[in-house]
Nanobody, 128 residues
Framework: QVQLVESGGGLVQAGGSLRLACVAS????????MGWFRQAPGKEREFVSA????????NYADAVKGRFTISRDNAKNTLYLQMNSLKPEDTAVYYC?????????????????????WGQGTQVTVSS
């Protein structure tokens, strides 16, 4: 059974930091691009960041650029999202996802429809 399991969410004050992790099991995702999305209450799920299979290529939404850093450890089958300088508007459920369409590609999709494996999400709440 293929699973993506997120962890690291929680409650933090504005200006604080959190590090999310997403552990994959059931298959290796070392050849796949992976990404983070988020969904705030009453809003659609939106792209946050993506990373290529090797980690050499990354992409960020404008809202998080310069504050968030995506990384991965293929040996541990784990994806990370370091979130610094958090703002109340970052409050959302954060999901990790894998795009298995193209193996060992540097194409990074920001469309959630491109991703075919999803985690269950982890809640991030930033208080003002």
């Amino acid at each position: 059974q293929v699973q993506l399991v997120e962890s690291g969410g929680g409650l933090v004050q504005a200006g604080g930091s959190l590090r999310l992790a997403c552990v994959a099991s059931g298959r290796t995702f070392s050849g796949d691009a992976m990404g983070w999305f988020r969904q705030a209450p009453g809003k659609e799920r939106e792209f946050v960041s993506a990373i290529s299979w090797s980690g050499r290529s990354t992409n960020y939404a404008d809202a998080v650029k310069g504050r968030f850093t995506i990384s991965r450890d293929n040996a541990k089958n784990t994806l990370y999202l370091q979130m610094n300088s958090l703002k109340p508007e970052d409050t959302a459920v954060y999901y990790c996802a894998a795009d298995s369409r193209y193996s060992n590609s540097y194409y990074l999709a920001d469309d959630l429809l491109a991703y075919d494996y999803w985690g269950q999400g982890t809640q991030v709440t930033v208080s003002s």
